[in-house]
């Protein structure tokens, strides 16, 4: 008991357990080497052996560019839930992405690093399109991220669906009535899903909203003023929840699952059980990259629009990076993201690099998106890359003629996830309960998404 | 034995001492070091950081943080406002409701089920230890495991597994957790199936303490296997079997994997437990969610499950001493 040895035991004892849990809240260290360390956000966990080659070579190609910085790829998806546990527990990489609908909120919260100067020094901050760099400018009128890409939401189908039910894949559906009559057509013959849609996560709101769009609807108005009216109970809204309820409970062609998102809607149609869904023309590269397409059966179109003033819902992403991350870092992340996300949207000699690497990785080259600088820059950076595109442009000629005739539309500013999540109830009821009021679920989901948004 | 007379006046003339140990004794530095304070203190000086690191400090900081409006980087003080929102938020009342309606529902699947199954392992005479270890597999499969298997299971199409079998006696393929009215009891069932093993092998370690003269003397009056249980097993059962209602019911009231893992809390809402609620509010929001309210909730539920195990305590314990 009164052994001293004893004692040095315990205070051997007590000073290692308090050690180590201060050693708990220290974190990293410099590079050994000098060299300034920065962590990236790259693809989705799950992707393919060649997406790593593909990065791997692009994280050489840069730091032979770059001899001071040691790139540290980490994988990375924005998904509503995780995102925000990433956010708070400081485990998102230096340099990630982030979709237009969050920005606003996480520059209004201090939650992402100004680089205005960054931007005007790189000088492009005048060639971006206005309205998608008003998305990342904050009130203070600084600048808060790389605005990096912009999708237009399309239908993409399984052309051997399209075959295997009597219908030409060259000439998809033009009108929600014609997506509806092929769907049961896929149904019949097939016995899969002929159209199906997404319903959880968030992205069951986002689908709606943009069928609501399509269909000459709005499911909010911007006050001007921060504030915002929520209009969902709108006919365009209703029309697609009908349209919902006749595929599923009418013709029976919407699928067995109403549960799918992003990722297992994805899966699914990659697997060949989808006929016909909606999402970002820009899908291609994960279908094909992260779910294993067959790149000959797939088919990319407009999404039909009819009504008064109806639009093609888009979006896109923005590279920031951290609030927390000292200036070094920061340093070494506009480099990164100038290198990696920007030049190729600028420059010939990047352009073609960066399509040549993807390519020779088996990567997916000429993805149809939307241009965050202008149309013609665009279209020029289409014309460098031409040797190396291998994406079947021809299978989605029906989207890529006709995108530039839609009026793109840009999904709401205030508490727009909140309000999707909101709308996932109202899908996810249509196609659970045959017998669902859709005018009572309407006009409850505008009190709630009103209440939302004025708290 | 009796006392006697003359026993009795020493006791009461001299009342005794009090013992030692309650003496009041006062110790300078010197003698606490010389018996072996120092030595004492940092033997559990770890264990007091590891318990204010790991245990207290969340607590605290829960109940703290439920009295904020915060994103985790700005915080601000607001009172009781959480606790108000939450308690008029009319998803939380559908989240007790469907909470109560899983914990009815397991009460009645996974309930007597373990039980039963437990009374027919104790009267098989050969090859118990294999049966108890087939009964107790599930337990050992992972639970993200058993779920992902489970919804392959459930799968709604034509196909599915459980839809082939009811196939083969002409039944028609059922949504099972694509409808709002089939999910629960699909989560219930396999929640069921997972936990079954664990208590039945509490019931079978409870089977071998009753005593078997019990048994014989009810045979002796002719009773059958039935009536053996109903007027032996179950009346010696009585302690062990209140004790598992109630382990379920704190159980199930903090119900999270299998509607966060098999349907996300929906469809449109069926299976959206407490505890989904609690972790929609927090995190659903890419943006930080509202972790004020998320607390605010936690805390009125850990308020909830003391008072349970309050009565679960004052009642184990009437039931032991009698």
Known sequence: ?455 | MTMTTEERPAAASAPPALPPARRKIRRSPATWYRGGGLANLLFVLPMLFVFFFFSWSPIVQSVIMSLQKTNMIVSEWVGLDNYLAVMSDPELGRAVVNTVYFALLALLFGFPLPLFVAVLMSEVRRGKGLYSALAYLPVVIPPVVAVLLWKFFYSADPSGVFNTVLGWFGIPPQPWIQSAVQAMPSLVIEATWAAAGGSIIIYLAALLSVPPELYDAAEVDGAGIWRKVWHVTLPQLRGILFIMLILQVIATAQVFLEPFLFTGGGPAGATKTILLYIYDKAFRNSLGGDYGEATAVSVLLAIVLAVLSWLYFKLTNRWSTS
């Not at chain 1, 992405?97 to 201090?110: H, M, S």
């Not at chain 1, 409970?249 to 990659?270: H, R, Y």
């Not at chain 1, 040797?387 to 442009?393: G, L, Q, T, W």
């Not at chain 1, 539309?409 to 196609?431: C, F, M, R, S, W």
Request: proline letters at 5%.
């Open chain 1, 1 to 455: 008991m009164k052994s001293p040895a004893r004692v040095l035991l315990a205070g051997v004892a007590a000073a290692a357990t308090v050690g180590a849990l201060v050693g708990c809240s220290t974190a990293g260290g410099d590079d050994s080497s000098g060299k300034t360390e920065l962590r990236v956000a790259t693809f989705p966990p799950g992707a393919d052996a060649a997406a790593y080659e593909a990065f791997a070579a692009q994280e050489k190609q840069f730091e032979d560019e770059h001899p001071d910085i040691d790139i540290i790829g980490v994988e990375y998806e924005w998904e509503g839930p995780t995102f925000a546990v990433q956010l708070a527990g400081g485990s998102l990489p230096d340099v990630f992405t982030v979709p237009f609908t969050d920005a606003k909120t996480l520059l209004e919260n201090d939650q992402l690093m100004d680089v205005t100067d960054e931007m005007d020094e790189l000088g492009y901050t005048d060639s971006f399109n206005p309205i998608i760099l008003e998305g990342v400018t904050g009130d203070d009128g600084k600048i808060y991220g790389f605005p990096r890409q912009a999708y237009a939401n399309a239908l993409s189908y399984n052309r051997e669906l399209f075959e295997a039910a009597g219908l030409d894949p060259d000439s998809p559906p033009t009108t929600w009535d014609e997506v509806r009559e092929y769907a049961k057509k896929i149904t019949d013959a097939t016995g899969k899903a002929g159209y199906s849609q997404m319903a959880i996560n968030n992205t069951g709101g986002w689908q709606l909203t943009v069928g609501t769009v399509a269909r000459g609807g709005r499911t909010q108005t911007d006050n001007g003023d921060g504030t915002a009216q929520s209009t969902i109970d709108n006919d365009a809204t209703r029309g697609v929840l009908q349209f919902l309820h006749d595929v599923k409970w009418e013709d029976g062609s919407f699928g067995s699952k109403v549960d799918l998102d992003w990722g297992t809607i994805n899966q699914e149609f990659a697997a060949g059980n989808i006929g016909m869904y909606t999402t970002g023309s820009d899908i291609y590269t994960a279908l094909v990259r992260d779910f294993g397409l067959d790149s000959d059966v797939y088919g990319l179109t407009v999404i039909p629009l009819e009504g008064d003033d109806p639009g093609t819902l888009g979006g896109g992403d923005i590279a920031v990076m951290s609030p927390t991350i000292d200036d070094e870092t920061k340093a070494a992340g506009v480099e990164w993201i100038d290198w990696y996300y920007m030049q190729k949207l600028l420059n010939e000699d990047a352009a073609v690099q960066d399509a040549k690497t993807l390519n020779e990785s088996g990567q997916a080259v000429g993805t149809p998106l939307l241009p965050v600088l202008s149309r013609e820059l665009y279209e020029e950076s289409l014309v460098w890359i031409e040797p190396y595109i291998n994406v079947p442009r021809e299978q989605m000629a029906p989207f890529t003629d006709a995108i530039w005739e839609q009026t793109p539309v840009g999904e709401a500013k205030v508490k727009t996830q909140e309000v999707y999540a909101l709308l996932d109830t109202v899908v996810q009821t249509v196609l659970t309960d045959e017998n669902a009021d859709i005018d009572a679920l309407l006009a409850q989901a505008q009190t709630d998404a009103q209440a939302l948004l004025d708290s």
